[in-house]
């Protein structure tokens, strides 16, 4: 299994163009999450989605749009860059509702750095 | 939410445990104790969670004061490979949500 996949691993933007994050999970997961890591700080929540078709702001999702149109995919969507949305982005995937007893433990994927000029 | 206090780093000798604290003197009843750890250029990954009882795994074991205002995560044997930063979070139970802080970075020195 490739587990939690994002692509591109790399972007490099100008202020004001438009782009998309791609997060794919083979693990039939229901949760899906989009982070983002600045330069020595810890990871900020920015959406997520706790199913199909449904998504839910984080801690700092002003500038970002997302979707959950399939189960195994969530998408990022920057439409007008900004150069303070440079960054590492991280996706990730849980199967139970964190804090269930059982798991609820989070599958990160290896990150997309972004950069906006 | 209940916040955590970890150390900003620590150092530890290769093949010797590690006990890296963290404190959360406001958790509340339904708050799980989880950590994560992030090695370099990597995504987080998770290590272990607990509620009230010590807990083990193959990675390490989290140890949960009576009171639970403190925990300890234990690495037994450092390896060069656990050079990380060690994310303590608390998480309520139910709460879709993980929110991380800043974490402990943790120098293995051979």
């Known amino acids: 299994n490739a587990g939690v996949t994002q692509t591109p691993k790399f972007r490099v933007l100008k202020t004001g163009q438009s782009m998309t994050l791609l997060c794919a999970q083979d693990m039939n997961h229901e949760y899906m999450y989009w982070y983002r890591q600045d330069p020595g700080m810890g990871l900020r929540l920015i959406h997520y989605?706790?199913?199909?078709?449904?998504?839910a702001k984080g801690e700092v999702p002003d500038g970002y749009n997302v979707s959950r149109l399939k189960k195994q995919n969530f998408l990022l969507g920057l439409e007008s860059a900004a150069p303070s949305q440079t960054s590492v982005y991280f996706c990730?995937?849980?199967?139970?509702?964190?804090?269930?007893?059982?798991?609820?433990?989070?599958?990160f994927g290896e990150g997309s750095r972004l950069t906006v000029l | 939410d209940a916040k955590t206090t970890q150390p900003n780093s620590m150092e530890s000798n290769e093949e010797e445990p590690v006990h890296l604290p963290c404190n959360h003197s406001?958790?509340?009843?339904?708050?799980?104790i989880h950590w994560y750890r992030q090695l370099p250029s990597q995504g987080p990954e998770y290590v272990i969670h607990g509620l009230t009882s010590n807990v083990n795994n193959r990675m390490a074991s989290l140890a949960i004061a009576e009171d639970r205002k403190s925990s300890t995560l234990i690495l037994h044997r450092a390896t060069l490979r656990d050079a990380a930063v060690y994310y303590c979070?608390?998480?309520?139970?139910?709460?879709?949500?993980?929110?991380f802080g800043t974490g402990t970075r943790l120098t293995i020195i051979p």
């Open positions: 406001t958790i509340s009843g339904t708050d799980y």
């Open positions: 990730a995937s849980s199967y139970h509702a964190p804090g269930q007893v059982r798991t609820g433990e989070l599958f």
């Open positions: 979070i608390l998480r309520p139970w139910g709460n879709e949500k993980l929110t």
């Open positions: 989605s706790v199913g199909e078709g449904t998504t």
